[in-house]
């Protein structure tokens, strides 16, 4: 089994920061890319960012040069600094992760977190 733990949400004034974690735990081989993505009210989920094992990194446009995603390798978690925010980036936010549990002939698999709020609002 393999759980995904976030936290870091919260509620924020337009312009503030927030730090978002994602803890992998269980029985995990290998992870390939962890990515965190987000769902609005009444809009579908979207990808914000992700990163590989190497640390190459992918962000959507809207959240280029306001967020930045990390990882630490040795303890399977992923980061999301989240700075100037803005009204629309209110969201849940859901983190992903494509990973290997039983060794390179394993196949691939997704897990998603349970999700944390994020509001943005003054």
Same mark, same amino acid.
């Given at each position: 089994? $393999?759980?995904? +733990? +976030?936290? &870091?949400?919260?509620?924020? =004034?337009?312009? /503030?920061?927030?730090?978002? %974690?994602?803890?992998? %735990? &269980? ?7 962890? &990515?965190?993505? !987000? ?8 990808? $914000? ?9 992918? #962000? ?12 630490? *390798?040795?303890? *399977?978690?992923?980061?999301? =600094?989240? *700075?100037? @925010?803005?009204? +629309?980036?209110?969201?849940? #936010? #859901?983190?992903?992760? *494509? @990973?290997? !549990?039983?060794?390179? %002939? &394993? ?5 998603? /977190? =349970?999700?944390? =709020?994020?509001? $943005?609002? %003054?």
């Amino acid at each position: 089994q $393999v759980m995904l +733990e +976030e936290s &870091g949400g919260g509620l924020v =004034q337009p312009g /503030g920061s927030l730090r978002l %974690s994602c803890a992998a %735990s &269980g029985t995990i081989f290998s992870i390939r890319t962890m &990515g965190w993505y !987000r769902q609005a009210p009444g809009k579908q989920r979207e990808l $914000v960012a992700d990163i590989t094992s190497a640390g190459s990194t992918n #962000y959507a446009d809207s959240v280029k040069g306001r967020f930045t995603i990390s990882r630490d *390798n040795a303890k *399977n978690t992923m980061y999301l =600094q989240m *700075n100037s @925010l803005k009204p +629309e980036d209110t969201a849940v #936010y #859901y983190c992903n992760t *494509n @990973l290997r !549990r039983y060794g390179w %002939s &394993g196949s691939l698999s997704d897990y998603w /977190g =349970q999700g944390t =709020q994020v509001t $943005v609002s %003054s």
